[in-house]
């Protein structure tokens, strides 16, 4: 059964403080792994990942891949209350011929406390 | 930009109602899915699109079953609604993973309250 873990389920932090959320996965013909915010409405996208050891950033967040372990991170550096949302790891791998489906973790709920 | 509505933001039914939930992309997807979100257990997918007329289960397509008679239409129908089905509901479109990098544009959202 294809699986993917979030941890924590929930985190709050005080502004300026570093996090660093964890999604691991078991999937079967992985593709790719995204990582989404969801703040009061619909998941928005931050990145996506295919390959081991590239770290994409975007301002202070910043992603990394690896295949071997099957995991992903997600880091925020200097967080603001802004960044309060629920983050989202999903996978992208083959549902059957050419189709491709993504399973979702249950996310990460993080607060970010003034 | 890719824009996905969905036709009602709240919606409240009765037990043994039949429901649609419709979903509109206006950025000529190939693939569109439907999702539901509940508190603990994270989005899971219900059943998703890859071209018109198609049509295939997701992980939880019990109870629900859907409609794609045009490229830009997805509907959910859920034939006869139970209190369990009460949830948020995602609609979202994709093209092929190809050519988009396989990313998923989302709608609002549905918050369906089945009593």
């Known amino acids: 059964e294809d699986k993917v873990v979030q941890s924590p389920l929930s985190l709050v932090v005080h502004e300026g403080d570093t996090v660093t959320l964890n999604c691991s996965y078991e999937v079967t013909n992985f593709r790719s792994l995204l990582w989404y915010k969801q703040e009061k409405k619909a998941p928005t996208f931050l990145f996506m990942l295919?390959?081991?050891?590239i770290e994409k950033k975007s301002g202070r967040l910043s992603s990394i891949l690896d295949k071997k372990e099957l995991f992903s991170i997600l880091n925020i550096t200097a967080t603001q209350t802004g960044d309060s949302a629920i983050y989202l790891c999903?996978?992208?791998?083959?549902?059957?011929?050419?189709?491709?489906?993504?399973?979702f973790g249950k996310g990460t709920l993080l607060t970010v406390n003034p | 930009d890719v824009k996905v509505t969905q036709s009602s933001r709240y919606l409240v039914k009765r037990t043994g109602e039949k429901v649609f939930l419709e979903c509109v992309q206006d950025m000529d997807h190939e693939n569109m899915f439907w999702y539901r979100q509940d508190p603990g257990l994270g989005l899971r997918l219900i059943y998703f699109?890859?071209?018109?007329?198609?049509?295939e289960k997701g992980d939880i397509p019990e109870g629900y079953s859907v409609s794609r008679e045009k490229k830009e239409r997805f509907s959910l129908i859920l034939e006869s609604a139970s209190t369990n089905q009460t949830s948020m509901y995602l609609c979202?479109?994709?093209?092929?993973?190809?050519?988009?990098?396989?990313?998923?544009?989302f709608g609002p959202g549905t918050r369906l309250l089945v009593l």
């Open positions: 295919t390959s081991s050891g």
């Open positions: 699109s890859y071209d018109v007329k198609m049509k």
């Open positions: 979202a479109s994709s093209l092929e993973p190809e050519v988009s990098g396989e990313t998923q544009y």
């Open positions: 999903a996978v992208q791998h083959s549902g059957g011929g050419s189709n491709y489906k993504l399973t």
